[in-house]
């Protein structure tokens, strides 16, 4: 590849300038697999319940390098040896992160792609990137795939209290102006440090690693796992499996090229060829908005329904339970559904469906928060806690859902 060798500066609105710090990093930042995320909503449908909510993957890598960069500057500052390759490698893996992302960030994963994660495609473009760039992603791949010897390395991009979930959360809560969400995380950077080649937070940082985890459980429920939220998600997931059932069965669908050959084919982990992922890089949620724009009018009532509900904000009711919605009630809605559209059971089962979410704010049994005391002593933070909360807030909180049309 040409090299351009062309060091810039980015303005961000949340830490101001951002320096790209090194030829690699502007060339990785510059091809096209990674301008791709200016086009990938960090939050899914969430616009559609916070307006403001229109930031993007692009900014999240960004910000999330960024911190990465304040951190090897703690570290250093610290005593901990980071050399400069290690450096570099930590820079490349945050900024790729999240490269493997699909139209509305979550959404492929479940209808168009076989329960392939971002997490396994975001390798399949770095071992790629790597392939064009002569292996200088070599020590980028070992670190994020967590063999590299060091592993507090890897703790910085993948861990309970990574550069990731730094930066979303105040981003996030930035852009939906939800301030539950706004931990500052240049000051739990500063609280860092390396012990026995773990991450550990300094002692006097407990209480600004209590605020991180609540921050995190209120920005889930209040957020995340809204249920305006959760029923358009489910609502697209549902529209790109009908979709594609419809082609499948010989329909022909109107979709950009790159979308139309995800719903002719059956793509699993195993099928990512270099050419299918050059396919899939194509795609962004420019390709879904577009399809849906004239699935609209399709003869499917399905699909026109589905394309309608979302374009226009006309959603489901979506209603939230302590304990598991029963059969009975199902499929009382559903019968409901197929007598007043005239629809087969399986037709109704789109607009009738159910399920459970989930928030655990921190876990106690995996890659724990560890803070570092004055004597050299390492502890689990919900341990240390003088309160209760972080020791609560481990506990996993189920609800479950039922969807289905309102009443006219």
């Given at each position: 590849m040409k090299s351009k060798n062309k060091l810039k500066i980015v303005n961000d609105p949340i830490y101001g300038f951002i320096t790209i710090p090194s030829p690699l990093v502007?060339?990785?930042?510059?091809?096209?697999?990674?301008?791709?995320?200016?086009?990938?909503?960090?939050?899914?449908?969430?616009?559609?319940?916070?307006?403001?909510?229109?930031?993007?993957?692009?900014?999240?890598?960004?910000?999330?390098?960024?911190?990465?960069?304040?951190?090897?500057?703690?570290?250093?500052?610290?005593?901990?040896?980071?050399?400069?390759?290690?450096?570099?490698?930590?820079?490349?893996?945050?900024?790729?992160?999240?490269?493997?992302?699909?139209?509305?960030?979550?959404?492929?994963?479940?209808?168009i792609v076989s329960n392939v994660s971002h997490e396994e495609i975001s390798l399949l473009f770095m071992n790629e990137l790597n392939r064009q760039f002569s292996g200088k992603l070599d020590l980028a791949i070992t670190i994020f795939k967590n063999e590299y010897p060091r592993k507090f390395l890897h703790q910085l991009i993948s861990s309970q209290l990574d550069m990731d979930r730094l930066d979303y959360l105040r981003r996030d809560s930035f852009y939906t102006g939800v301030?539950?969400?706004?931990?500052?995380?240049?000051?739990?950077?500063?609280?860092?440090?390396?012990?026995?080649?773990?991450?550990?937070?300094?002692?006097?940082?407990?209480?600004?690693?209590?605020?991180?985890?609540?921050?995190?459980?209120?920005?889930?429920?209040?957020?995340?796992?809204?249920?305006?939220s959760l029923v358009a998600e489910q609502l697209l997931l549902h529209l790109l499996k009908r979709a594609k059932e419809l082609v499948q069965s010989g329909h022909d669908l109107p979709a950009s090229k790159?979308?139309?050959?995800?719903?002719?084919?059956?793509?699993?982990?195993?099928?990512?060829?270099?050419?299918?992922?050059?396919?899939?890089?194509?795609?962004?949620?420019?390709?879904?908005?577009?399809?849906?724009?004239?699935?609209?009018?399709?003869?499917?009532?399905?699909?026109?329904?589905l394309s309608d509900m979302l374009l226009y904000r006309k959603l489901l009711r979506i209603k939230l339970k302590k304990r598991p919605i029963s059969k009975a009630k199902v499929e009382?809605?559903?019968?409901?559904?197929?007598?007043?559209?005239?629809?087969?059971?399986?037709?109704?089962s789109y607009f009738v469906f159910q399920g459970s979410i989930s928030n655990q704010a921190y876990r106690m049994d995996k890659d724990t928060i560890n803070l570092i005391r004055k004597n050299g002593r390492v502890v689990d933070v919900a341990k240390a806690s003088d309160q209760l909360n972080i020791e609560a807030l481990s506990k996993r909180v189920v609800k479950y859902y039922i969807c289905y049309p309102k009443k006219d």
């Amino acid at each position: 590849m040409k090299s351009k060798n062309k060091l810039k500066i980015v303005n961000d609105p949340i830490y101001g300038f951002i320096t790209i710090p090194s030829p690699l990093v502007f060339e990785l930042i510059e091809h096209p697999y990674f301008q791709r995320l200016r086009r990938i909503t960090q939050m899914g449908m969430s616009y559609l319940v916070y307006p403001g909510a229109q930031h993007t993957r692009f900014h999240h890598a960004l910000g999330a390098m960024f911190l990465m960069q304040r951190a090897v500057q703690v570290l250093r500052s610290k005593k901990v040896e980071i050399n400069d390759a290690e450096e570099e490698a930590l820079y490349v893996a945050i900024l790729l992160h999240d490269i493997g992302h699909g139209p509305f960030s979550h959404a492929m994963e479940h209808s168009i792609v076989s329960n392939v994660s971002h997490e396994e495609i975001s390798l399949l473009f770095m071992n790629e990137l790597n392939r064009q760039f002569s292996g200088k992603l070599d020590l980028a791949i070992t670190i994020f795939k967590n063999e590299y010897p060091r592993k507090f390395l890897h703790q910085l991009i993948s861990s309970q209290l990574d550069m990731d979930r730094l930066d979303y959360l105040r981003r996030d809560s930035f852009y939906t102006g939800v301030s539950e969400g706004n931990v500052n995380s240049q000051r739990l950077i500063t609280m860092l440090n390396v012990k026995d080649d773990s991450l550990v937070v300094e002692e006097k940082g407990i209480y600004s690693v209590e605020k991180f985890i609540i921050a995190r459980r209120l920005m889930y429920w209040q957020v995340y796992l809204h249920k305006t939220s959760l029923v358009a998600e489910q609502l697209l997931l549902h529209l790109l499996k009908r979709a594609k059932e419809l082609v499948q069965s010989g329909h022909d669908l109107p979709a950009s090229k790159a979308l139309s050959f995800f719903m002719k084919e059956s793509v699993s982990l195993e099928d990512f060829s270099t050419e299918i992922l050059g396919t899939f890089s194509q795609l962004d949620d420019y390709d879904i908005i577009s399809a849906m724009k004239s699935w609209k009018d399709s003869e499917d009532f399905v699909l026109s329904e589905l394309s309608d509900m979302l374009l226009y904000r006309k959603l489901l009711r979506i209603k939230l339970k302590k304990r598991p919605i029963s059969k009975a009630k199902v499929e009382e809605k559903i019968e409901a559904v197929m007598k007043q559209h005239n629809l087969s059971a399986h037709e109704a089962s789109y607009f009738v469906f159910q399920g459970s979410i989930s928030n655990q704010a921190y876990r106690m049994d995996k890659d724990t928060i560890n803070l570092i005391r004055k004597n050299g002593r390492v502890v689990d933070v919900a341990k240390a806690s003088d309160q209760l909360n972080i020791e609560a807030l481990s506990k996993r909180v189920v609800k479950y859902y039922i969807c289905y049309p309102k009443k006219d």
